[in-house]
């Protein structure tokens, strides 16, 4: 590596390429500020310098120390047309597309700088990117000289924000307040809402295909030959009995627990597992109704969920009977489902604690006493209704 090469690696040389790239963000060229953004991301991907916390702090805000001295790439990515009412500048989508890469850049350090200072910004500074611009505009398709919003990327953002906000003082798991950073918008929190069903649908459906494969390789790895081959699990010594079966050759045996419903071919000892080692982000799908006139299960989502607010959220109102208006039960009786609602209802937030949580109290494996016949309905046949299932 040259002298100029190392040089530019360092993180004084880092810092004077932002100042550079806000400096050129002012020019009024929409095609000087386009370049001003390439020429970054190639200095970023060709050198991978080292960044200081307080240098990141100032592309995404423009302050130091406290005092604003130029506009940060948020305020240009939320930035309001002057001559198109309700529609963003030209450079809002580049911009936001821009900080999307940031975030997922991969440096020589095993942390992203970019993305764990993203996390730390308040409330007013991320209220700056306009995410209700970029989602409505998106929809309506306004293209008109490039001033359409990009709700994909918008939506992306909230989740890291939904998931990995912190204080910026504790460094501690912070909620943030997602319909207010969307303006309160009804429209555009449905949007949203439907958005994170089809992103958890889709994880869902990775994690089944990951689990089949697993298993397929397992069955076809220690399946035997030959019955020569055959290794049998021996009876245990009873008491009073001899033998010289040392205890380190007995063999442990776990039988597969299929699906009841012969539906899916999966071992839902594998699920089990992945929900309760975390790799399913449950806290997202668990909270559910049930309408016993019809028998349908209903999932809801995150934002339901958030929303919940009163104890007469917990049942269904399409039925006049008040015997029927009840929280769906476990196999033990005990409202598992209001326990859920009341750890959700903290001010804390969803956080990776609430899904450990959840993951001790709730199983799909039928024969468990904490089984929950909508969370198994939900992952395992998340296709198929309760009436489907009957009359099949």
């Known amino acids: 590596m040259s002298q100029s090469e190392a040089l530019k690696k360092t993180s004084g040389y880092a810092e004077s390429q932002i100042r550079l790239l806000l400096a050129e963000l002012k020019n009024s060229s929409h095609n000087v500020k386009l370049k001003a953004i390439k020429k970054f991301q190639d200095y970023l991907s060709t050198y991978k310098p080292d960044v200081f916390d307080d240098d990141v702090d100032f592309l995404y805000t423009g302050r130091i120390d406290g005092t604003e001295r130029c506009p940060g790439i948020l305020f240009y990515c939320g930035l309001d047309s002057e001559k198109h009412t309700g529609q963003l500048k030209r450079i809002a989508s580049p911009m936001i597309s821009f900080l999307n890469w940031l ?11 970019f993305y764990e200072r993203f996390t730390y910004l308040k409330f007013e500074d991320l209220s700056k990117i306009n995410f209700s611009k970029h989602v409505i505009n998106d929809n309506n ?6 001033r359409q919003g990009n709700s994909s990327i918008a939506f992306s953002l909230l989740l890291i924000l939904l998931n990995d906000h912190r204080d910026c003082d504790s460094g501690e798991l912070d909620t943030i307040d997602i319909p207010r950073l969307l303006d309160n918008n009804q429209s555009c929190i449905e949007s949203f809402n439907g958005w994170l069903e089809k992103t958890n649908t889709k994880q869902i459906s990775t994690n089944f295909t990951q689990l089949k494969e697993n298993r397929a390789k397992s069955l076809q790895t220690h399946r035997p030959g030959r019955w020569e081959d055959v290794i049998f699990r021996p009876v245990p010594l009873q008491e009073g009995e001899k033998g010289d079966q040392e205890e380190g050759d007995m063999i442990d045996t776990i039988t597969p627990i299929p699906d009841p419903l012969g539906l899916v071919d999966i071992d839902l000892r594998d699920l089990q597992n992945s929900i309760s080692q975390g790799k399913l982000q449950i806290a997202k799908i668990i909270g559910q109704k049930m ?7 209903r999932a809801m989502t995150l934002l339901d969920i958030t929303r919940v607010s009163s104890d007469n959220d917990l049942y269904d109102d399409s039925s006049d009977n008040d015997e029927d208006n009840k929280p769906v039960l476990d196999r033990r009786g005990s409202s598992v489902y209001n326990k859920r609602m009341s750890m959700i209802r903290k001010p804390t937030g969803i956080t990776e604690d609430l899904n450990m949580t959840l993951a001790t109290q709730v199983s799909v494996i039928p024969r468990d006493k904490t089984f929950s016949p909508g969370l198994f309905l939900r992952l395992v046949h998340p296709d198929i209704s309760t009436a489907d299932l009957t009359l099949g």
């Open 103 to 113: 975030l997922s850049f991969t440096s020589d350090t095993s942390t992203n700088i």
């Open 141 to 146: 398709n306004s293209k008109s000289n490039g």
């Open 291 to 297: 309408t016993k006139t019809r028998s349908r299960v």
